[in-house]
């Protein structure tokens, strides 16, 4: 990989060969980070070069990935729509074209993790592992199953008990191992990380394997390809164990460092008000998180004790990040004003970044004229009781013309 100096601790500075089967600091066990020749980056890709490819994918940034080549079969990831939303900018207290929706709902198994699965399958298979496992609170798990079905890998997956049903019929549909864990997170991602090192299976866990987090960055370069590189002043990013907003973080660095964009946008970092030891910290702009209880219905992001602190509270840092939590009820009106008003169906958690902009606003966090960019991590029919919830159950008639004019009002 011409294009990979190698990895990083981000911890205590250690450097490692980027190898496929790179997981912790072999000094400290801390968590690496892929480190990108930008020369290298910069002659062998530009602008115009990524105007005239045909690949509409995640793997069109190969220059920015840690690979050599990506085989087939495999899923379509990437390449999800980036929506104008003026309707809705207008319902949060925005201007007309300064809102953009990005609905990563779109996305195969219907969330932004599919991007960091599809890239643990294709290390995995440069690694000769047949085998790939991770704990997750849902939409990594029906990810990784759905793509490793395709690449004919086995899959072993650890979700709490409390996972929604639609996740984890995705889950046995795509004929994963599955194995509910009477527990909270931190258990099930204990008992996953026993099972990968007793077994040798290859680790999805994202905040284990460094590569994981090179798939997810991949939204950023999206976006600002579709803004024509010229960037919003804001990312909104819902936070659950720190990955997706450290992904997303350093996509936009990598562009900034290969001469792609010119700024860097501000982040805001979204927690649940249930659930937000990140947040809590990154208010402070601290690296000393405290463990919290897992109490929010938004179940992708209730993580209370994160498994990659260090990564989010960098990226919140450096980004000078909002840090904004939000209540349920906030997420649920979220959920509404998403779908009433741009036609985007989002799960709790991939509402909850939108939420933030509308609490942001309030609050006059967000200075008039701002432009912001909301990403929608994952699609409503992944938690459909919680959809119900909050757009509220249909009338139910008899059919009978009178009996419709009568409930007209209700309707």
Not at 61 to 76: A, I, Q
Not at 104 to 126: C, F, H, I, W, Y
Request: glycine share 10%.
């Amino acid at each position: 990989m011409r294009n990979v100096v190698g990895a990083r601790c981000v911890s205590c500075g250690t450097r490692a060969e980027a190898v496929p089967g790179l997981t912790v600091c072999p000094k400290c066990g801390g968590i690496m980070d892929i480190e990108y020749d930008y020369d290298y980056i910069r002659s062998h890709l530009t602008k115009e070069d990524l105007a005239q490819r045909n690949e509409r994918s995640m793997w069109r940034y190969l220059e920015f990935l840690p690979v050599e080549k990506v085989g087939k079969p495999r899923l379509r990831v990437g390449a999800s729509p980036l929506y104008q939303a003026d309707r809705l900018a207008k319902a949060l207290g925005l201007g007309e074209g300064k809102l953009y929706i990005k609905d990563d709902g779109q996305n195969p198994t219907a969330s932004l993790k599919d991007r960091a699965s599809a890239m643990a399958v294709v290390k995995a298979g440069e690694a000769g592992m047949t085998e790939i496992a991770c704990s997750s609170t849902g939409n990594a798990a029906s990810s990784l199953a759905g793509n490793a079905a395709v690449a004919g890998l086995t899959a072993y997956i650890f979700v709490p008990a409390r996972a929604p049903k639609g996740k984890v019929a995705q889950l046995r549909m795509f004929g994963a191992h599955v194995v509910l864990v009477d527990g909270s997170y931190e258990d099930t991602f204990r008992i996953s990380a026993e099972a990968i090192d007793h077994f040798g299976w290859y680790n999805r866990n994202a905040a284990i394997n460094p590569y994981l987090m090179e798939g997810k960055k991949t939204v950023s370069l999206e976006i600002a390809e579709q803004l024509g590189f010229k960037m919003t002043d804001y990312v909104a990013v819902s936070v659950g164990d720190g990955c997706t907003i450290a992904g997303v973080w350093k996509g936009f660095k990598d562009l900034y460092e290969a001469g792609f964009i010119d700024r860097l946008p501000r982040l805001i970092s979204v927690q649940a008000s249930g659930c937000c030891p990140i947040n809590t910290a990154g208010a402070k702009r601290s690296f000393d998180w405290t463990p919290q209880e897992e109490n929010t219905i938004a179940d992708s992001i209730a993580v209370g004790v994160p498994r990659n602190p260090v990564k989010a509270l960098k990226a919140i840092s450096e980004s000078d990040a909002l840090t904004v939590n939000v209540s349920d009820e906030e997420i649920y009106d979220a959920m509404k004003l998403l779908g009433r008003y741009a036609g985007v169906f989002a799960e709790p958690a991939g509402a909850a970044a939108t939420a933030g902009i509308r609490k942001a606003v309030a609050e006059g966090l967000i200075e008039e004229g701002a432009s912001i960019t909301t990403i929608v991590t994952g699609n409503g029919l992944k938690d459909v009781a919680n959809a119900i919830k909050a757009a509220g159950e249909p009338v139910k008639i008899k059919p009978d013309m009178e009996e419709l004019m009568n409930i007209m009002d209700r309707l």
